[in-house]
C-alpha cells in the first residue's frame, strides 16, 4: 500500500504513474530534446539520479522511473523480477511515452537492464552509460544484502531483519566517503526499501534465475562510457575493466576514493564526464 505520507516526502511536481501489467509505476519526465533513460539499482529508486537529472533536464528530456519492487512503484503482483521481465516492461513504458530512440544510463541492475537493452535493441538505444554495471554472475560479484537474501531462511526474516541500523550499513557500503552518508540519505533508503511488499519482492528477486548472456557483451556496438568507483565493495572495479575489454566501442573512467554509486558520491566528476560523452557527435 502506497502511504501519503510516502507520497509526500517522494513525489513532486513531475512525479507521474502508469499503469503498466497492474502495477502503478511512478516515474518522472522532465525537460526537453533527444531523451535519455535513467534507470537505477536493487536496493534504490530513481532518487539515485537526482544531481544528475537536475542538470541534464536543462538540455534534455529526462526519464527515470522506479523499476517494479522498488520506490513507490512497489511489488509487481505476478512476483516477475527475472531481467526479460523488466526488459518487457521497460518497453511498455518507452511505448507508452512515445519513445522509440534514446540514451540510456544504468547503475547496477539498471547498468545490466542498460546492456541487455542495448544488445537485443541495437537500433533503439543510441549511447549508453554503464556505472558500476551488474550482469557477471560470479560468486565474488554477489554484494551481502543479496546473499543474505539468498540464505534459507534468513530469506523468510528480511522483511523483518532489515531495520534501519542495517539498512545503514548496506549504505555506508556503498559509499567510500562516510561523511556524504547523511539521515536524510539513510532515511530515503530505508523508507523506499520498506515500502510496503518492497522487502518481500527483494527476496523474491535476488531468488529469480537469472541467464548469464555476458557472452553476449562483445556483440554490443553502441558507443558506451562506463564509469567505476574504485573502492566498490558490490561489484569490484575489474568487472568494469571486464566490460571495457569486451565492449566494441567503449571507454573506462575510474574514479578514486569512490564506491558503487557515482553519481551520487561524485555527482559533479561523473556528471561532466557523462555530458561530454553524450554531446560527443
Do not use: C
Request: without cysteine; aromatic residues 12%.
Amino acid at each position: 500500500m502506497l502511504t501519503s505520507d510516502l507520497l509526500d516526502k517522494y513525489t513532486n511536481d513531475h512525479s507521474r504513474f502508469l499503469v503498466i501489467d497492474n502495477m502503478l509505476i511512478h516515474y518522472r519526465d522532465e525537460g526537453e530534446g533527444f531523451p535519455i533513460l535513467l534507470l537505477h539499482g536493487a536496493f534504490s529508486s530513481l532518487h539515485t539520479f537526482e544531481d544528475w537529472a537536475l542538470q541534464l533536464k536543462k538540455h534534455r528530456r529526462v526519464i527515470r522511473l522506479d523499476l517494479p519492487g522498488f520506490g513507490l512503484t512497489g511489488p509487481n503482483p505476478d512476483n516477475e523480477y527475472s531481467v526479460k521481465g523488466h526488459i518487457r516492461l521497460l518497453k511498455k513504458f518507452l511505448k507508452m511515452l512515445g519513445i522509440r530512440e534514446f540514451d540510456v544510463a544504468g547503475s547496477s541492475l539498471g547498468g545490466w537492464l542498460s546492456w541487455e537493452l542495448a544488445y537485443k535493441n541495437p537500433e533503439r538505444v543510441r549511447k549508453m552509460i554503464l556505472i558500476d554495471a551488474a550482469g557477471f554472475l560470479e560468486e565474488r560479484s554477489i554484494p551481502t544484502p543479496f546473499k543474505m537474501a539468498r540464505t534459507p531462511f534468513l530469506d523468510k526474516l528480511v522483511k523483518y531483519a532489515v531495520r534501519k541500523h542495517i539498512l545503514e550499513s548496506y549504505v555506508r557500503e556503498v559509499y567510500f566517503d562516510q561523511t556524504k552518508v547523511t539521515n536524510a540519505l539513510i532515511n530515503r533508503y530505508y523508507d523506499l526499501f520498506t515500502r510496503e511488499g518492497n522487502p518481500e519482492a527483494f527476496v523474491y528477486m535476488v531468488n529469480s534465475h537469472f541467464k548469464d548472456n555476458t557472452r553476449h557483451i562483445s556483440k554490443i556496438e553502441t558507443p558506451t562510457l562506463i564509469l567505476w568507483g574504485n573502492e566498490d565493495q558490490w561489484i569490484p572495479v575489474e568487472y568494469g575493466h571486464e566490460f571495457n575489454q569486451r565492449l566494441q566501442n567503449s571507454e573506462l573512467i575510474i574514479y578514486r576514493d569512490t564506491g558503487h554509486l557515482p553519481m551520487e558520491e561524485q555527482p559533479a566528476k561523473s556528471l561532466k564526464d557523462a555530458k561530454a560523452f553524450l554531446m560527443d557527435a
